[in-house]
């Protein structure tokens, strides 16, 4: 089974019990159909980056969970729906998790990045293509006052 | 239609011959004019009870034909009767030539090439089994350095996976089920997380308003 992590934004309404049973829910989900739940992090209260609504409330603020699991995938289709489904959850989102992570510069020494991030491939042809375009609106445009 | 047909055949006419109209004749050979009229349309009245008038020949010239046709008939049956007895005569010699010495003879040459072709067999065949081994070595030699590989390989997986189990079977103590859920949701709720931290190139973490590192975010990744 691989493992996955799953980052949950809950309804920043819901108190304290409400919040555990929440929790709990998933949890037990997991677990019934096979899976083990590794560990989960509370990452508090937050403002949402934009206003998103969902089961007919728009939210502002939500509080952050994030929760490791492995899980088989043929279960993982069902249990998003579910996540979806449940109205304490704003927004459900569920990605692979690497057992160990490994910088992109580090599998390939030719690649130099800083910070784990890969150049884009297609900087220095853009960069030529851009001065290359200036250089001729340019001159277009000293044509034109001609 | 019929201009047309006059026009094809202007160079036959010269020769006093008539065609029927419905027929367009082309280097003697006759085609029929299909598509123009339905099958089932009967004849014009025009041509109900027309006759076509025979051929006109020139009786000199057919006598002459006549004369020249007998004489390639003869000639021919002569040359034909000529190759059936020589043919004859020579199945005759070869029956003889069987019955007195040419059987043996001929058995003692099959023996002889016979002889020939099973050496040079042997000879061909030495060179292929040569060859085959020499293939056959050098396949498992490179056999036996791929075996080593992959052997070398596997046993890399296997140690790897089995440090994999080792650490989850060491991580499983504090994995969470439902005998301790409701324990580690409330451990879960009064703690709280930030990832939300500058780290510097080699990825350590920067603390806020200070200069000093702390330890890599790998492998502590608390607030």
Not at chain 1, 122 to 128: C, T
Not at chain 2, 214 to 219: F, L, P
């Amino acid at each position: 089974m691989p493992t996955y992590e799953l980052a949950l934004i809950v309804r920043a309404a819901l108190e304290r019990p409400q919040l555990a049973n929440c929790l709990k829910r998933t949890c037990t989900y997991i677990l019934d159909r096979g899976g083990v739940v590794r560990q989960m992090e509370n990452l508090g209260n937050k403002n949402l980056p934009y206003i998103i609504s969902s089961h007919g409330h728009r939210h502002t603020e939500g509080n952050y969970f994030t929760v490791d699991f492995d899980l088989s995938p043929n279960q993982m289709s069902t249990l998003r729906k579910v996540l979806l489904q449940d109205s304490d959850v704003v927004r459900p989102g569920i990605v692979h998790k690497e057992e160990k992570f490994v910088r992109p510069c580090v599998k390939n020494p030719e690649n130099e990045c800083d910070f784990g991030e890969l150049k884009n491939p297609d900087f220095e042809k853009r960069a030529w293509k851009k001065q290359i375009l200036r250089r001729v609106q340019y001159k277009m445009k000293a044509s034109r006052n001609k | 239609m019929a201009s047309a047909c006059v026009r094809t055949c202007n160079s036959l006419k010269s020769l006093n011959i008539v065609y029927p109209l419905s027929l367009r004749v082309c280097n003697s050979s006759v085609i029929s004019v299909r598509w123009r009229k339905p099958r089932w349309i009967p004849k014009t009245q025009s041509k109900l009870f027309y006759v076509r008038k025979p051929t006109p020949r020139d009786e000199e010239e057919n006598k002459m034909l006549m004369q020249k046709y007998a004489n390639y008939r003869t000639q021919m049956k002569a040359i034909r009767s000529y190759f059936t007895k020589f043919v004859q005569e020579e199945k005759q010699a070869r029956k003889e030539y069987d019955k007195s010495v040419g059987i043996e003879q001929e058995l003692a040459e099959v023996r002889l090439s016979i002889e020939v072709n099973a050496q040079w067999n042997q000879e061909s065949a030495n060179i292929r089994e040569a060859r085959e081994l020499a293939e056959a070595q050098k396949s498992a030699k490179i056999k036996a350095i791929k075996d080593q590989k992959q052997k070398e390989k596997d046993e890399e997986q296997i140690a790897e996976l089995q440090s994999r189990i080792d650490n989850n079977i060491k991580f499983s103590e504090k994995f969470i089920t439902q005998e301790n859920m409701d324990e580690e949701i409330e451990k879960v709720l009064d703690s709280r997380k930030d990832f939300n931290f500058p780290i510097n190139r080699k990825g350590q973490r920067l603390t806020r308003g200070k200069t000093k590192l702390k330890e890599d975010i790998s492998s502590e990744p608390d607030a």
